[in-house]
Each structure stands twice: as structure tokens, then as C-alpha cells.
């Protein structure tokens, strides 16, 4: 969802912006749905000397400034396609960290042609400069961000979602939002489910979210582990739902057990709409949730520690209101969705700038 939210913001801004994406993607689809302008770019695979030339006409006849790519291998494409253009800065997008160094001529010289390249979070940040051919002025922090004004404490939408879903208004919920994946840690946290609910008898736990494409038998594990809980409608399978921002308002706490998490959209915007968080202290996260101010981290995969700091923020209704106030705080502070616009804007003409004084 980054890419058509990132793209309708700009284009709000006055900017003119081009969707290039997959003919039927769900990119596509949801950048057709907001409106936005959008270009059909079906890349199967690192060489397409035909969209090469297509790319040229289009960039050409449509006076393009700047090209943002937010997929590594689609540079194969970009760079050849504006080699003849100096005056274009290419901007790239890293979402997720590279395992095999990228030291070979061909990719030196494609990135050597890449002004940009920008890391969620530090993790990312340091992958890059480690496994890349690029020089650290190549390589900018840029934490993305969220609509705070969507993100925000709303008790209606709590009530309305309890409701749906036949949950108690004075039950405490704790939650878990994303792909219905183990590496989510999924698995881990029907664990901790299993051992709170007996403990504390008013507690139910809600899970948002379903599979992506593909991913079926993963969906069916942990739903098989779910059934063996025996926990009936205390807990909560609500599928994939668009209004997140509506879901996470039903929840007391917020658990995100993942194993490995490039950034972690999702607790933000947990933090967002007030919540406390319990989350894995792996990666990207390390940037997003501060221990003991706005949130705990736990190791991955450690369920016991797990159970002890949810157990704790279960048994202490005042750190969870800090928590989840200094979250938010936290949040409107570092990664407001337009202060994360009003960077890349001025990256953005910088860039440009730069490249016309050549």
C-alpha cells in the first residue's frame, strides 16, 4: 500500500505522477481505485529490451523528471532506458535487505546510475552500504510513515468493531495485525494465548489479517493450532480487512511476535491509535518501539518472555494508557505520513537540481 498512498499524497501536492506496475498487480488495481495515473510495465524477470524502448518513447512523450523504483531488479530496466537522459535523478527504494553482496561490474554500473537509495530503517540502511556497490552518499534513512490523522484513538470504531465481532466491551483484547504467516509469529502468539486465557478468564485475542497469495498452507497451519486451543469466540480470526485503522481499535494490547521485520508498518500504526506494544526486537522495529517508554521487546521465538511482558501490561491498566500515549507521541514526533512527504520532496529536488548543474 505504500506505493499508491506515497503517489496519491504527491500528486495532492500538485505533482504530476505515473504509476508504472504490473498490468493487473494489485499495485495497479489499487492505484487505478485512488485514481492515479497509471502505466502498464509487465517486467517478468532483469532484461526486457522491449520495454526498454517503450520505456524511452513513454519518458520521452510524457516529459518524465524524476523515476522512483521501489523494486531493485526493475533498475535492469530502468538504467538502460534512460542512459541517454543525464538530467533524470533514478531513486530507489530498499523495503527489504539483500543476503549476497552485489559486487560485480554489472551491478556497480547499474548503480552507479541510482542517485538515491533509500532505507526504511537502519537495519536496511547498513545492509545496503554492506552488500551494494554504492558510496554512503548514495544511501539516505527514510523511516516511512503514516496518516496520523487516520491513526488516532477512536472509541466509536471500538465499540462498532466489538460488536461484529461478539466481543464484551469491558474484555480485554490483545491483538495481533498482518499476513497469516509463521514467520509473523503467528504460532507463537496462539501460545501465549493459550497460557493467558487461562489465567485471566476475561482476556480474547483477535487476529487481522489473512493470507497472500500462495500462502494457504500457512494459513491452514495455524489455524489448525488454533482449533487445538479450544478458546471458542474468545478467539478471533477476522480475515483481511482494508480498515486497519477500525480493527486496531478493538484491541488493549498489541503483540507482534515476528520473526524478522525489515520495518513494521503495522506498529506504527498500533502506536498510532494508542496502543501499548509487545513486539519481537528484531530489525527494523528496533527504530519504531522504544523499551520501556513506549512498548516492550521480547527475542524472537521466546514465548515465556513473551507471556511475562504481555502478563505484565495485562496487570498494570496505567502503563498500558503511558505506553500507548507516549506511542502516539512517539509517532505524530518521528513518522508523520507528511513529514516523511516534505523529505522526499526536498531529496527530490535536490536531485534535480544537482543534475541540471552538471
Request: proline share 5%.
Given at each position: 500500500?505504500?506505493?499508491?498512498?506515497?503517489?496519491?499524497?504527491?500528486?495532492?501536492?500538485?505533482?504530476?505522477?505515473?504509476?508504472?506496475?504490473?498490468?493487473?498487480?494489485?499495485?495497479?488495481?489499487?492505484?487505478?481505485?485512488?485514481?492515479?495515473?497509471?502505466?502498464?510495465?509487465?517486467?517478468?524477470?532483469?532484461?526486457h529490451p522491449i520495454q526498454?524502448?517503450?520505456?524511452?518513447?513513454?519518458?520521452?512523450?510524457?516529459?518524465?523528471?524524476?523515476?522512483?523504483?521501489?523494486?531493485?531488479?526493475?533498475?535492469?530496466?530502468?538504467?538502460?532506458?534512460?542512459?541517454?537522459?543525464?538530467?533524470?535523478?533514478?531513486?530507489?527504494?530498499?523495503?527489504?535487505?539483500?543476503?549476497?553482496?552485489?559486487?560485480?561490474?554489472?551491478?556497480?554500473?547499474?548503480?552507479?546510475?541510482?542517485?538515491?537509495?533509500?532505507?526504511?530503517?537502519?537495519?536496511?540502511?547498513?545492509?545496503?552500504?554492506?552488500?551494494?556497490?554504492?558510496?554512503?552518499?548514495?544511501?539516505?534513512?527514510?523511516?516511512?510513515?503514516?496518516?496520523?490523522?487516520?491513526?488516532?484513538?477512536?472509541?466509536?470504531?471500538?465499540?462498532?468493531?466489538?460488536?461484529?465481532?461478539?466481543?464484551?466491551?469491558?474484555?480485554?483484547?490483545?491483538?495481533?495485525?498482518?499476513?497469516?504467516?509463521?514467520?509473523?509469529?503467528?504460532?507463537?502468539?496462539?501460545?501465549?494465548?493459550?497460557?493467558?486465557?487461562?489465567?485471566?478468564?476475561?482476556?480474547?485475542f483477535m487476529l487481522?489479517?489473512?493470507?497472500?497469495?500462495?500462502?494457504?498452507?500457512?494459513?491452514?497451519?495455524?489455524?489448525?493450532?488454533?482449533?487445538?486451543?479450544?478458546?471458542?469466540?474468545?478467539?478471533?480470526?477476522?480475515?483481511?480487512?482494508?480498515?486497519?485503522?477500525?480493527?486496531?481499535?478493538?484491541?488493549?494490547?498489541?503483540?507482534?511476535?515476528?520473526?524478522?521485520?525489515?520495518?513494521?508498518?503495522?506498529?506504527?500504526?498500533?502506536?498510532?491509535?494508542?496502543?501499548?506494544?509487545?513486539?519481537?526486537?528484531?530489525?527494523?522495529?528496533?527504530?519504531?518501539?522504544?523499551?520501556?517508554?513506549?512498548?516492550?521487546?521480547?527475542?524472537?521465538?521466546?514465548?515465556?518472555?513473551?507471556?511475562?511482558?504481555?502478563?505484565?501490561?495485562?496487570?498494570?491498566?496505567?502503563?498500558?494508557?503511558?505506553?500507548?500515549?507516549?506511542?502516539?507521541?512517539?509517532?505524530?514526533?518521528?513518522?508523520?505520513?507528511?513529514?516523511?512527504?516534505?523529505?522526499?520532496?526536498?531529496?527530490?529536488?535536490?536531485?534535480?537540481?544537482?543534475?541540471?548543474?552538471?
Amino acid at each position: 500500500m505504500h506505493v499508491p498512498e506515497l503517489s496519491r499524497a504527491l500528486a495532492e501536492r500538485g505533482h504530476r505522477v505515473i504509476v508504472a506496475a504490473f498490468p493487473g498487480s494489485p499495485l495497479m488495481r489499487e492505484a487505478e481505485a485512488l485514481g492515479l495515473t497509471t502505466y502498464s510495465l509487465p517486467l517478468r524477470s532483469y532484461w526486457h529490451p522491449i520495454q526498454q524502448q517503450r520505456l524511452r518513447r513513454f519518458i520521452s512523450q510524457n516529459a518524465i523528471q524524476i523515476i522512483h523504483s521501489h523494486y531493485s531488479r526493475d533498475l535492469w530496466t530502468l538504467v538502460p532506458a534512460i542512459q541517454k537522459w543525464k538530467n533524470i535523478p533514478l531513486f530507489l527504494t530498499k523495503h527489504i535487505g539483500t543476503q549476497r553482496p552485489k559486487s560485480d561490474f554489472f551491478h556497480r554500473k547499474i548503480y552507479a546510475r541510482v542517485d538515491k537509495i533509500l532505507a526504511n530503517s537502519r537495519v536496511i540502511y547498513e545492509n545496503i552500504l554492506k552488500t551494494h556497490p554504492v558510496h554512503k552518499s548514495q544511501v539516505e534513512l527514510f523511516h516511512l510513515g503514516i496518516d496520523t490523522r487516520r491513526f488516532k484513538p477512536d472509541r466509536r470504531s471500538r465499540n462498532r468493531v466489538r460488536e461484529e465481532f461478539s466481543i464484551p466491551q469491558n474484555a480485554l483484547v490483545i491483538g495481533i495485525a498482518g499476513r497469516l504467516q509463521r514467520a509473523k509469529g503467528y504460532l507463537e502468539f496462539l501460545e501465549m494465548a493459550e497460557i493467558l486465557s487461562g489465567l485471566y478468564p476475561n482476556t480474547y485475542f483477535m487476529l487481522i489479517g489473512g493470507a497472500s497469495r500462495g500462502e494457504d498452507e500457512e494459513e491452514n497451519l495455524i489455524r489448525k493450532k488454533a482449533d487445538k486451543l479450544q478458546l471458542g469466540n474468545r478467539l478471533v480470526f477476522t480475515g483481511f480487512r482494508k480498515n486497519i485503522e477500525n480493527m486496531l481499535q478493538a484491541l488493549d494490547i498489541f503483540v507482534f511476535p515476528s520473526h524478522a521485520e525489515a520495518y513494521g508498518l503495522v506498529v506504527l500504526e498500533a502506536m498510532a491509535v494508542g496502543l501499548p506494544v509487545v513486539s519481537s526486537n528484531c530489525d527494523g522495529i528496533l527504530d519504531i518501539v522504544v523499551s520501556g517508554e513506549t512498548g516492550e521487546l521480547v527475542p524472537p521465538k521466546e514465548v515465556s518472555r513473551l507471556v511475562n511482558r504481555v502478563e505484565a501490561l495485562i496487570r498494570s491498566p496505567e502503563k498500558r494508557s503511558r505506553y500507548g500515549q507516549r506511542g502516539r507521541e512517539r509517532v505524530q514526533k518521528y513518522f508523520d505520513f507528511n513529514t516523511m512527504i516534505d523529505h522526499l520532496e526536498q531529496l527530490y529536488r535536490k536531485s534535480v537540481n544537482r543534475r541540471m548543474t552538471r
